[in-house]
């Protein structure tokens, strides 16, 4: 695979002009979202101060003109940036993956399904509402692997019976093949009832939770405090997870500084980290040009693709 620094001078060299073009293509583009925000603002607050200047009142009409304004520009945004962002993927993003390997095809529509995410056993959540985009999928040193981004939610009521979503899952989602197939299934969640009440009363939740399958337990200090076990069969979960598949599992957490949860299920490996935002999606109102910008695309995709090299998953493990 190709060295975060190969990709980046490819990113300024080679992209570079193709970059310039949409960098003005994004001033353009903040320059008519500001007018447009600007004209929306002005025309709900003059709807406030004639309620305001009639009724001497600030009531419901008034939060209603507050809230079709914030609607109306969120619309209007996605609208404007639809073909920005499209450019971006397919000029920009589709190369990157291209240059790493050829073996590898993107579409910026498409998502890992939802069958494939609800078979990890990752998320016991109901699942309510099931979007992505940026799927990636090939094959690295003939190992089949996918990754995209997701962002998984749920319906719940409060108290009071008011809705309202909750998120079961947003970030960046990978599944990659072994070469062999598991009878059993093996979760791995990040441990926070250890971090929280410490080992004898995190072991003692961890060893209750509803709907999970056994707490098990391994002969890694590290490991245990960074991650809890489950699973139905303790024999095969221990000779999946030897102790250098453990020290490559902590790399990788490690690495991303995110919340890591892993599983293992049929010949799959999944893996999901949890982000707050879009990881392909383009800058609008910074720079495309600038250093960090850049880095954190090359940097995203480095990650979901040498996964394979990481783990190091295009190798018999199981004789080791």
């Given at each position: ?9 490819f990113y ?18 903040v320059?008519?979202?500001i007018?447009?925000f600007?004209?929306i ?10 309620r305001?200047?009639?009724f001497?009142d ?28 499209s ?5 920009v993003i589709?190369p990157?993956?291209e ?9 910026p529509?498409s998502?890992?399904s ?29 190992v089949?692997?996918q ?19 909750i ?14 197939h598991f ?26 939770s ?8 391994l ?5 245990e405090?960074?991650?809890v076990?489950?699973g139905?069969?303790?024999?095969e ?10 020290e ?11 919340p ?18 879009d990881l ?6 910074q ?9 954190s695309?090359?940097h995203a ?15 018999r493990?199981?004789?080791?």
């Amino acid at each position: 695979m190709k060295s975060i620094s190969e990709l980046t001078d490819f990113y300024y060299n080679t992209l570079f002009p193709t970059l310039e073009n949409l960098e003005l293509q994004r001033q353009v583009l903040v320059s008519k979202a500001i007018k447009i925000f600007t004209a929306i603002a002005l025309l709900a607050l003059a709807g406030i101060y004639i309620r305001w200047y009639y009724f001497d009142d600030f009531d419901m009409f008034s939060l209603i003109f507050i809230i079709a304004g914030a609607v109306i520009s969120a619309w209007v945004y996605q609208h404007i940036i639809q073909d920005y962002r499209s450019d971006f993927k397919i000029s920009v993003i589709k190369p990157l993956i291209e240059e790493i390997d050829t073996h590898l095809s993107y579409s910026p529509v498409s998502s890992i399904s939802q069958t494939l995410f609800e078979r990890s056993g990752l998320f016991q959540e109901r699942i309510d509402h099931f979007r992505g985009n940026d799927l990636v999928q090939g094959s690295i040193a003939s190992v089949n692997l996918q990754f995209s981004d997701l962002h998984v939610e749920s319906d719940n009521k409060d108290a009071k019976g008011n809705s309202h979503r909750i998120t079961v899952f947003k970030g960046l989602y990978i599944v990659a093949e072994f070469n062999k197939h598991f009878k059993s299934r093996t979760i791995i969640l990040p441990d926070s009832a250890e971090k929280i009440f410490g080992t004898v009363l995190g072991n003692w939740f961890q060893s209750r939770s509803l709907g999970r399958d056994n707490l098990i337990t391994l002969d890694s200090t590290a490991f245990e405090k960074a991650f809890v076990v489950y699973g139905n069969d303790p024999i095969e979960s221990r000779y999946i997870l030897t102790h250098s598949m453990m020290e490559r599992l902590l790399n990788l957490k490690q690495s991303v500084a995110h919340p890591v949860s892993i599983s293992f299920v049929d010949a799959n490996i999944h893996i999901a980290i949890a982000y707050n935002k879009d990881l392909f999606e383009p800058t609008v109102f910074q720079s495309l040009l600038k250093y960090d910008n850049a880095m954190s695309y090359i940097h995203a995709l480095s990650l979901a693709i040498g996964i394979v090299e990481e783990l190091k998953l295009n190798e018999r493990l199981w004789s080791k």
